[in-house]
T-cell receptor, first 114, second 115 residues
Framework: DVKVTQSSRYLVKRTGEKVFLECVQD?????MFWYRQDPGLGLRLIYF???????EKGDIPEGYSVSREKKERFSLILESASTNQTSMYLC?????????????FGQGTRLTVV | GDSVTQMEGPVTLSEEAFLTINCTYT??????LFWYVQYPGEGLQLLLKATKADDKGSNKGFEATYRKETTSFHLEKGSVQVSDSAVYFC??????????????FGKGTRLHILP
């Protein structure tokens, strides 16, 4: 069974902390994505990556960075967490290539910044 | 740029009612269209998809037809169940070169089914 796994379901961090959200996929997918989900705003793309060590900004990259050192792992980094980054974070992956294939999602990480 | 617009919720229906959730899109090329579902406390999972005009996607009693002339991909189900209560997202994606373009999601529609 294909899987995208996020390292934590729930996290509570303090303002100013550096926060790492980890995502691992076991499908040998080329593309990986980080979204945040907020009530009334749907899913907003933070960053995505279509290859190892490659990254592209999404719609709301400010305050975030990412790392993709290995194909299966895509990390989201909050350099200095703030309360407005309290949200549900979703990681996803797709195969890449000419076909428009479905995205596979992790279970989500609910981050609270206090 | 590409975009997806879906009806706002929440939508509340009684069990066995007919469901329609509207979705329209704008795209420059020939996207694939998707409906994803998010059950409480979980990530999104694919419900159905259609890759070209006039294709019909179906799964678990849900259906949606890719209408290029009206740029729509409305989700329908003839008789909903309490277990269908979830948030539904319409989405599109277009492959660009040798990699997928980013996936564009609608804002989601929360569905409540009353027993």
């Amino acid at each position: 069974d294909v899987k995208v796994t996020q390292s934590s379901r729930y996290l509570v961090k303090r303002t100013g902390e550096k926060v790492f959200l980890e995502c691992v996929q076991d499908m040998d997918h080329e593309n990986m994505f980080w979204y945040r989900q907020d009530p009334g705003l749907g899913l907003r793309l933070i960053y995505f990556s279509y290859d190892v060590k490659m990254k592209e900004k999404g719609d709301i990259p400010e305050g975030y960075s990412v790392s993709r050192e290995k194909k299966e792992r895509f990390s989201l980094i909050l350099e200095s967490a703030s309360t407005n980054q309290t949200s549900m974070y979703l990681c996803a992956s797709t195969t890449g290539g000419w076909e428009n294939t479905e995205a596979f999602f992790g279970q989500g990480t609910r981050l609270t910044v206090v | 740029g590409d975009s997806v617009t879906q009806m706002e919720g929440p939508v509340t229906l009684s069990e066995e009612a007919f469901l329609t959730i509207n979705c329209t899109y704008t795209a420059t090329g020939y996207p694939s269209l998707f409906w994803y579902v998010q059950y409480p406390g979980e990530g999104l999972q694919l419900l159905l998809k259609a890759t070209k005009a006039d294709d019909k996607g179906s799964n678990k009693g849900f259906e949606a037809t890719y209408r290029k002339e009206t740029t729509s991909f409305h989700l329908e189900k003839g008789s909903v169940q309490v277990s269908d209560s979830a948030v539904y997202f319409c989405a599109l994606s277009e492959a660009v070169g040798n990699r997928d373009d980013k996936i564009i999601f609608g804002k989601g529609t929360r569905l409540h089914i009353l027993p």
